[in-house]
């Protein structure tokens, strides 16, 4: 069966531990799977840590990567999703999407698994999840802070894609997640129902920021305004007023505390400019984490496919 990556929660324990381990592993330890075959990236959103490293990712994996913007593509609009997916399919090893309906990338892999290909559908950001971000993130704790188990991540701002993501991977390795969220922007009690049952599901929310950043090992944030939410930014900067990671919240952390953000970062609102550029901050780390991070996730995938599923699907010789 093909292994897709739309979100954390597709990936076991071990397989997040041994994509985290391939992340680490000599780049040419694995295999170039892509040799002479295409990796397709639509973007319907900005992007440059995505971008970049994911293209890198596909070259460090032998293959060639293929940007293309959405409105070139034109989801549903030019044509439905699922001849999108089904047309890439037949030209690249691997297919990703950053979309602004999760439901997108859910449909594109739906769309190759109706037809048998052995095509990955990857998530590169959507508005429900940012599992690559995730991987980063977990990559760079490890390395940080070593074993992860039993150690508390604090989340601090908008509960969204990015926090999503980190909590379910966090839970997944045995964290314990501490969410501060003001009222409105927070996980709803179905989701930390949901968040409860991953791992040992040690998940708390409070709308309290030095609660949850109290003993934390890793202080995580993201911007407050999303892309697509622009019409927004005023009435959420003034909703997230008192959510900003400042040297204060800082202090309530552990003393060997790391400060993470998935950048872009918007200093003077979701975190001063003393954190982010100060010594706890790992931000640089975590966002070359995206490229390490991405080369093994696709090289994970790619593996689980071809041993699953050897078949070629082409009939006209074409390499895929
Ligand atoms: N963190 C992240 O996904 O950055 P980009 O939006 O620049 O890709
Ligand atoms: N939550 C942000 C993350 C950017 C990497 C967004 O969706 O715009």
Redesign the pocket.
């Known amino acids: 069966m093909t292994r897709h990556l739309l979100d954390v929660t597709d990936f076991t324990v071990d397989e997040v531990n041994a994509i985290l381990d391939m992340a680490e592993a000599p780049i040419d330890s694995l295999g170039a799977p892509l040799t002479g075959k295409g990796a397709s990236l639509i973007f319907e959103k900005?992007?440059?840590?995505?971008?970049h490293s994911m293209e890198m990712a596909v070259v460090q994996l032998g293959g060639h990567p293929v940007y293309t913007r959405g409105e070139e593509v034109g989801f549903d609009t030019r044509e439905p999703v699922e001849d999108v997916a089904r047309i890439m399919a037949g030209y690249h090893a691997v297919v990703a999407a950053r979309v602004f309906e999760h439901s997108t990338v859910e449909r594109m892999a739906g769309a190759v698994d109706a037809d048998g290909a052995s095509v990955p559908i990857v998530n590169m950001?959507s508005d429900w999840s940012?599992p690559l971000?995730a991987f980063a993130d977990a990559l760079t704790m490890r390395q940080r802070l070593g074993q992860l188990v039993g150690r508390t991540v604090a989340y601090i701002g908008d509960y969204a894609n990015v926090a999503r993501s980190l909590a379910e991977i966090s839970l997944l390795l045995g964290m314990k997640v501490r969410l501060a969220c003001p009222t409105g922007f927070d996980a709803d009690e179905a989701e930390l129902e949901r968040l409860s049952m991953i791992g040992d599901g040690d998940i708390a929310q409070t709308t309290r920021p030095p609660e949850a950043a109290e003993g934390a090992h890793a202080v995580h944030t993201d911007t407050w305004v999303s892309m697509g939410q622009e019409s927004e930014k005023e009435a959420r900067r003034r909703a997230f007023e008192g959510y900003a990671v400042d040297g204060t919240l800082m202090g309530e952390a552990a003393d060997d505390a790391i400060f993470m953000h998935?950048?872009?970062a918007y200093r003077g609102f979701e975190v001063t400019a003393d954190v982010i550029d100060g010594p706890r901050s790992v931000v640089f780390q975590q966002g070359h984490n995206r490229m390490h991070a991405a080369r093994a996730a696709i090289a994970f995938v790619l593996d689980a496919a071809s041993s699953s599923n050897p078949a070629d699907f082409s009939t006209s010789g074409a390499v895929r």
């Open positions: 900005p992007s440059n840590r995505t971008r950001l940012h971000q998935c950048l872009p």
